[in-house]
């Protein structure tokens, strides 16, 4: 277990994982995006999503030509629900304080 | 890690040419009814999807179980429903994330207050710990909250949460074990025939089928009408949204009477809930899944309203799924009048999802032959045009449908 390959930093999802979600017999993006995770975190599939259909790809799932990409949903980027609101954020402070 | 992996989806699998039962719709409902099927000893069980695991509203619902209710039906059918999911990952070897922090419902009336207090006294009267508490005693349990203009709350400890879709890969591959042949990617494009031999034709050829249960929720009306079963219920669209994921804080689910408003912190620790958007209930026919800004503001200002904290708090996803609407408050099930042998599972107000497991397990053995569950009565497909001695709805109407 030496070789532990990232392919979703957000939500820790790894080449074994998908490739575990290809064996139990989930093919689409869509479907192992919900199976493992991936592409659920503060990026939303930013970063992940051209390695883990290169994953499917290689798992011999699906080729590349047919692997479309996952609904992309609003907000574009993560947005505070107090400027959704109209509101300031309370106490608003950097990280770390 | 050595893992026994069984095919929940058999990529690219024939389509078998008989079945005894075929199911419609691959949500919860479906999966679940075709698993207490073989369960039962029923073979040739058959389900069918148009689209993958978790497109629908199975996928995109806010994973509440809750107990509190205002009809004794509901109370009692969730009971058991919530032991079933509390079980789940036990009988069905997968994780559900299952965390049992109560319920907390908030009124800001007085009419919304005498509402909860005649129901917790009938759930107390079916052994749900319900407690009518003070909005201070409120806070206790949430110290976030901001309780001011709110008359009265109501906190069931032993209500929950849980993720939803490992409900559908539970259930989808234990059916799957026990010889249930389950399609995604298969649309039911024509139903012909008759009981005993209805012919449902698909991409992938035609299933020949004894009996077929429609369990596509929202959509079953469009479903059914391949059938000639014309369906009263309705969808309507409702939003939902994500935060970035918080330490854990919040214990209970907590939902405000009036608006609608819910919202829970999953064992991932991502905010999740919803709000009413009274311009949805346009009755319109078509499902929408589209996303909208009006949604995220509403839903923003009655978060940050009820707990100013979450306003530094980020959304990173919002979607929506249709809840399936009937027109006295109660879902739909058994034989439809019009076509023997066609069964309907649906108009469940959006909470089909927590009452599956329950649900599933009577529909089941009510087609095993079973005498039928007291909700086959209720809740039977004919009450809409049926004439004549016997009551003219679904029995009492149920109020507690938020969101």
Same mark, same amino acid.
């Given at each position: 277990?030496?070789?532990?390959?990232?392919?979703?930093?957000?939500?820790?999802?790894?080449?074994?994982?998908?490739?575990?979600?290809?064996?139990?017999?989930?093919?689409?993006?869509?479907?192992?995006?919900?199976?493992?995770?991936?592409?659920?975190?503060?990026?939303?599939?930013?970063?992940?999503?051209?390695?883990?259909?290169?994953?499917?790809?290689?798992?011999?799932?699906?080729?590349?030509?047919?692997?479309?990409?996952?609904?992309?949903?609003?907000?574009?980027?993560?947005?505070?629900?107090?400027?959704?609101?109209?509101?300031?954020?309370?106490?608003?402070?950097?990280?770390?304080? | 890690?050595?893992?026994?992996?069984?095919?929940?989806?058999?990529?690219?699998?024939?389509?078998?040419?008989?079945?005894?039962?075929?199911?419609?719709?691959?949500?919860?409902?479906?999966?679940?009814?075709?698993?207490?099927?073989?369960?039962?000893?029923?073979?040739?069980?058959?389900?069918?999807?148009?689209?993958?695991?978790?497109?629908?509203?199975?996928?995109?619902?806010?994973?509440?179980?809750?107990?509190?209710?205002?009809?004794?039906?509901?109370?009692?059918?969730?009971?058991?429903?919530?032991?079933?999911?509390?079980?789940?990952?036990?009988?069905?070897?997968?994780?559900?994330?299952?965390?049992?922090?109560?319920?907390?419902?908030?009124?800001?009336?007085?009419?919304?207050?005498?509402?909860?207090?005649?129901?917790?006294?009938?759930?107390?009267?079916?052994?749900?710990?319900?407690?009518?508490?003070?909005?201070? @005693?409120?806070?206790?349990?949430?110290?976030?909250?901001?309780?001011?203009?709110?008359?009265?709350?109501?906190?069931?400890?032993?209500?929950?949460?849980?993720?939803?879709?490992?409900?559908?890969?539970?259930?989808?591959?234990?059916?799957?074990?026990?010889?249930?042949?389950?399609?995604?990617?298969?649309?039911?494009?024509?139903?012909?025939?008759?009981?005993?031999?209805?012919?449902?034709?698909?991409?992938?050829?035609?299933?020949?089928?004894?009996?077929?249960?429609?369990?596509?929720?929202?959509?079953?009306?469009?479903?059914?009408?391949?059938? @000639?079963?014309?369906?009263? @219920?309705?969808?309507?669209?409702?939003?939902?949204?994500?935060?970035?994921?918080?330490?854990?804080?919040?214990?209970?689910?907590?939902?405000?009477?009036?608006?609608?408003?819910?919202?829970?912190?999953?064992?991932?620790?991502?905010?999740?809930?919803?709000?009413?958007?009274?311009?949805?209930?346009?009755?319109?026919?078509?499902?929408?899944? $589209?996303?909208?800004?009006?949604?995220?503001? $509403?839903?923003?200002?009655?978060?940050?309203?009820?707990?100013?904290?979450?306003?530094?708090?980020?959304?990173?996803?919002?979607?929506?799924?249709?809840?399936?609407?009937?027109? @006295?408050?109660?879902?739909?099930?058994?034989?439809?009048?019009?076509?023997?042998?066609?069964?309907?599972?649906?108009?469940?107000?959006?909470?089909?999802?927590?009452?599956?497991?329950?649900?599933?397990?009577?529909?089941?053995?009510?087609?095993?032959?079973?005498?039928?569950?007291?909700?086959?009565?209720?809740?039977?497909?004919?009450?809409?045009?049926?004439?004549?001695?016997?009551?003219?709805?679904?029995?009492?109407?149920? $109020?507690?449908?938020?969101?």
């Amino acid at each position: 277990m030496s070789r532990k390959v990232i392919l979703c930093r957000c939500e820790d999802v790894t080449l074994a994982d998908v490739e575990h979600a290809v064996a139990a017999g989930y093919a689409d993006l869509e479907e192992i995006k919900r199976y493992t995770g991936f592409g659920t975190g503060p990026c939303q599939g930013k970063e992940c999503l051209r390695e883990v259909a290169l994953a499917i790809a290689a798992a011999g799932a699906r080729s590349p030509e047919t692997i479309a990409p996952f609904t992309t949903r609003p907000p574009l980027v993560p947005t505070e629900l107090g400027l959704l609101a109209g509101r300031a954020a309370p106490g608003k402070r950097r990280a770390g304080k | 890690m050595a893992e026994q992996v069984t095919k929940s989806r058999p990529t690219g699998a024939p389509l078998p040419a008989n079945a005894e039962i075929a199911v419609i719709g691959a949500g919860v409902m479906g999966l679940a009814l075709a698993y207490n099927l073989a369960l039962l000893g029923v073979e040739r069980v058959v389900v069918l999807d148009a689209h993958y695991l978790a497109w629908g509203a199975s996928g995109r619902n806010g994973g509440g179980v809750r107990q509190q209710w205002s009809t004794e039906m509901n109370i009692r059918l969730m009971q058991e429903s919530v032991e079933l999911c509390a079980g789940f990952a036990r009988e069905l070897g997968i994780n559900v994330w299952m965390r049992r922090g109560g319920y907390l419902f908030l009124a800001r009336t007085a009419a919304a207050r005498a509402r909860l207090e005649k129901n917790v006294a009938l759930q107390n009267r079916c052994d749900v710990p319900t407690r009518l508490v003070s909005p201070e @005693d409120a806070r206790a349990i949430v110290p976030e909250l901001d309780v001011e203009g709110f008359e009265a709350a109501c906190y069931n400890a032993t209500d929950g949460i849980v993720f939803p879709w490992p409900f559908l890969w539970g259930y989808a591959r234990a059916a799957g074990r026990r010889g249930v042949s389950i399609h995604t990617g298969t649309p039911v494009t024509a139903i012909e025939g008759a009981a005993g031999a209805f012919r449902l034709h698909t991409p992938k050829g035609i299933l020949r089928a004894a009996r077929v249960v429609c369990a596509a929720g929202a959509w079953s009306p469009e479903v059914a009408l391949l059938a @000639d079963v014309a369906l009263p @219920d309705w969808p309507v669209r409702h939003e939902i949204l994500s935060t970035e994921p918080l330490k854990p804080f919040l214990k209970p689910m907590v939902s405000v009477i009036e608006s609608g408003l819910y919202f829970s912190q999953s064992l991932r620790g991502e905010l999740v809930g919803g709000i009413s958007m009274p311009e949805e209930r346009g009755g319109a026919r078509e499902i929408r899944l $589209t996303s909208s800004l009006a949604f995220l503001q $509403t839903m923003a200002r009655a978060l940050t309203e009820v707990m100013p904290v979450l306003a530094a708090v980020k959304v990173v996803r919002q979607w929506a799924g249709p809840y399936d609407m009937s027109p @006295d408050g109660n879902p739909i099930v058994g034989e439809a009048p019009e076509r023997p042998g066609f069964y309907v599972c649906c108009g469940f107000q959006g909470h089909g999802f927590m009452m599956a497991p329950v649900v599933a397990r009577y529909y089941a053995r009510a087609l095993a032959g079973e005498t039928p569950h007291t909700f086959f009565e209720a809740w039977r497909a004919d009450r809409f045009t049926r004439s004549g001695p016997g009551p003219a709805s679904g029995g009492e109407r149920e $109020t507690m449908i938020i969101g």
